[in-house]
């Protein structure tokens, strides 16, 4: 399998249709031999962007370079990159096999060398059996694995996928999750992916650059940003599920800076507290657990259980705090009989070193204010 590597970046892109800004002062950069996902709402710019990469739009504004040369204004067909659409668009009267070799009949490549090609990939994508068969009769998944490989068959320097995942169930979601590492794997090559779900994200990106309203609102490790959003929408749009937020007021007291929820519970504040700006603390759900199942250093609050629902896995809770807060915590299922049953008021526990503190303002961007004495630095990574 040939390796197929390049470092494409963004300068500055911005694109807007009319009087509609798509994208505002983009910048991104895809290294050599890695996965970067770009995640967002329905929207917010992201298949914009992977299309300017691709050279079917035009920038408005800024740069496009691969490789370190400027490819602004570069024709498609120059970049060798390939693009997987999110609507699969095969030949519905060529086989698999056709298909797949198709991008190759005009590269005067002996026969043999385009069978040896097709075969390869297909072993790597799991298709061999489907080679001989024509779209119509070929499952979802079959179908966008064709595309995949017909993709690589090109042996492009770039692999750039739009919402691979989006018109497949979860179970081949998590298939083809699994199927984009093994090439990866074996190709060792660069992928650029968009997708509305963080859990592509989350297992597939070594790179994660989140989107809102055409900026890049964080880029960096999944991990990062998942334990450190850089304001309250990365929080609440950002892993397996949003974080609950709890609107609070910093105070300066006798007894130094506090944190006091809006349902009257006090917490000790650290970091740059400003007396009387109004905040919000961050939980996440699958953080908190009731009080007499969590480490007697977790910090607590008190609620009352509006319901709890088992989605399979895990039990889902709502916690009334008060009349305007509420927390959505999530356990393991084999903690349902041990939890708090519905209309129970209950302590409910969480780690103070994984609380995030956020403006209580249009921007909601997180704050240098902790609930330990503990630095970001000190803290240790949330297992994913």
Sequence with gaps: MVVFMA???????????????????????????????????????KTTLLRIVAGLEL????????????????????RNLSMVFQ??????????????????????????????????????????????????S???????RVAIGRSLARQPDCLLLDEPMASLDPHLRCE????????????????????????????LGHHVAVMNDGFIQQHGKPVDIYQYPVNRFVASFFGRSGMSFLQGILDITDDGPQLLLDSGERFAAYGQVERGQRVEMGLRPEGILPAGLAPSSWASIHGSVEYRRPMGAQVEFKVNCDKSNALRVLLPISLLDSSPKEGERARFAFD?????????????????????????????????
């Design 176 to 203: 083809l999750r699994n199927l984009l590492r093994d090439v990866h794997r074996t190709t060792n090559g660069s992928m650029l992916i968009v997708s509305h779900d963080d859990v592509d994200a989350l297992q």
């Design 59 to 78: 920038s408005f504004d800024g740069d496009v370079f691969i490789n370190n040369q400027r490819a602004t204004k570069m024709w498609p067909s120059k």
């Design 7 to 45: 470092q494409v970046e963004l300068r500055n892109v911005s694109k807007s249709f009319g009087n509609r800004a798509v994208l505002r002062a983009v910048n991104l950069l895809l290294k050599k031999d890695e996965i970067c996902v770009v995640v967002g709402p329905s929207g917010c710019g």
């Design 352 to 384: 103070p070193n994984r609380v995030v503190i956020f403006a209580a303002d249009e921007r909601g961007d997180r704050l240098e204010v902790r609930m330990t004495e503990a630095t970001p630095t000190t803290l240790k990574l949330i297992d994913l």
């Design 138 to 144: 070929m499952s979802g998944g079959e179908r966008q």
């Design 87 to 136: 609507q699969v668009s095969l030949f519905d009267h060529l086989t698999g096999y056709q298909n797949m070799a198709y991008p190759l009949r005009g590269r005067r490549l002996k026969r043999e060398a385009i069978q040896g090609r097709i075969s390869q990939i297909a072993e790597l994508l799991g298709i061999t059996s489907v080679l001989s068969k024509r779209p119509p």
